[in-house]
């Protein structure tokens, strides 16, 4: 693969999210006002994740530099991401963050995306083997458990998938939470999550992928493989696969192998179609590495996955707009 993450690569990255964890405006807040009380600000609702534009970036940019923090801790950003971290992962912050979850109001704030980001962070952090990192996970945790217990009564509720390919995307959701799961070992959750995962997309096959929509950041179509990659055993997977995308080898559907288009950087969610081209390679290099070594499409996807990721990567910094987040999809599709 052309593309892989760097020494150079990360300390790029970092310096991005350094860059906007702690930038508290603009903001888009997602809040519920049910009377004047409610009527606060991002840093005082939410010690923690209160910069990067909105509550869910910020939790994966925190993410970011948490993982980066682990894979190269020399990097010249290791000692103000430690500091950060130290300061931002502290027990009286949490329980801030853990109160606003009481409020009858939020029952439905950040789902499912926000949730699963926040089980990432907390499943990254236990990766760590220090003392420090140790200390991290300790301290988040009663907010990671919140979340956890959220998808548990949840996912029996949700009784279909969403496939959109933004913020509700229930395969994104689902495939984050499997990886927080198995670090965690919370087997509860991890079936669960397995359970749903094959209710919702076991039966289907010869996808069209009628996608990208103009705003979308997730390939419905990928990110529904990439989660039944995780959650099935490979060689049923591949026979999934094998009816999922029958045309994979001859590059069919096409507009899985094309990069979006990006019209407008400045704009919001048009330059969500960065993410989108970085996401897809991602979902295809989780797919690609469970495919046998002789499958008729591994050279293609391979090549489709470095042309995403060439799309999209001199755009991670520059407009505000993507550079609040699109430097933690980098990271997936290059560390995947």
Same mark, same amino acid.
């Given at each position: ?35 004047? @009380? ?13 910069? /990067? ?21 020399? $990097? ?43 089980? $990432? ?21 009663? %907010? ?13 509720? /949700? ?18 939470? %499997?990886?927080? @799961? ?42 529904? @493989? ?86 999209? $990567? ?23």
């Amino acid at each position: 693969m052309a593309y892989s993450l760097t020494p150079e690569i990360a300390s790029r990255l970092a310096k991005v999210a350094l860059g906007h964890v702690t930038r508290e405006f603009p903001n888009k807040l997602d809040h519920v006002i049910a009377g004047p @009380a409610d009527v606060r600000g991002p840093r005082d609702l939410h010690p923690i994740f209160f910069g /990067s534009f909105d509550w869910h970036s910020c939790v994966h940019g925190h993410w970011l530099l948490a993982k980066l923090h682990r894979l190269y801790p020399a $990097m010249a950003e290791a000692s103000a991401t430690r500091a950060l971290l130290n300061d931002q992962f502290r027990p009286e912050k949490v329980a801030v963050e853990t109160a606003y979850l009481a409020n009858s109001s939020s029952r439905g704030f950040e789902r499912p995306y926000g949730w699963a980001w926040l089980l $990432m962070l907390q499943g990254e952090l236990q990766r760590h083997t220090s003392e420090e990192g140790n200390s991290w996970a300790r301290n988040l945790k009663p %907010l990671a458990d919140a979340f956890a217990d959220r998808f548990l009564k949840f996912l029996p509720l /949700s009784t279909y998938p969403v496939r959109a390919g933004v913020h509700s995307n229930t395969a994104f959701a689902l495939l984050l939470t %499997l990886d927080y @799961a198995r670090v965690a070992g919370d087997r509860k959750l991890e079936a669960l999550c397995i359970e749903k995962v094959r209710a919702w997309y076991s039966a289907d096959a010869d996808c069209p992928a009628w996608e990208p929509s103009q705003d979308e950041f997730l390939s419905s179509a990928l990110t529904e @493989a990439a989660v039944m990659r995780a959650a099935l055993p490979a060689e049923e997977f591949r026979l999934w696969f094998a009816r999922f995308l029958p045309r994979a080898a001859c590059g069919e559907p096409a507009t899985l192998f094309q990069p979006a288009t990006v019209s407008d950087r400045t704009d919001g969610k048009i330059a969500h179609l960065d993410g989108l081209n970085l996401s897809r390679a991602w979902c295809w290099r989780l797919i690609v590495q469970v495919l046998d070594s002789y499958h008729p499409a591994r050279e293609r996807i391979v090549q489709t996955a470095d042309e995403h990721i060439a799309s999209a $990567m001199n755009h991670v910094a520059g407009d505000y707009m993507g550079e609040h987040w699109l430097a933690s999809f980098a990271l997936l599709a290059l560390d995947p």
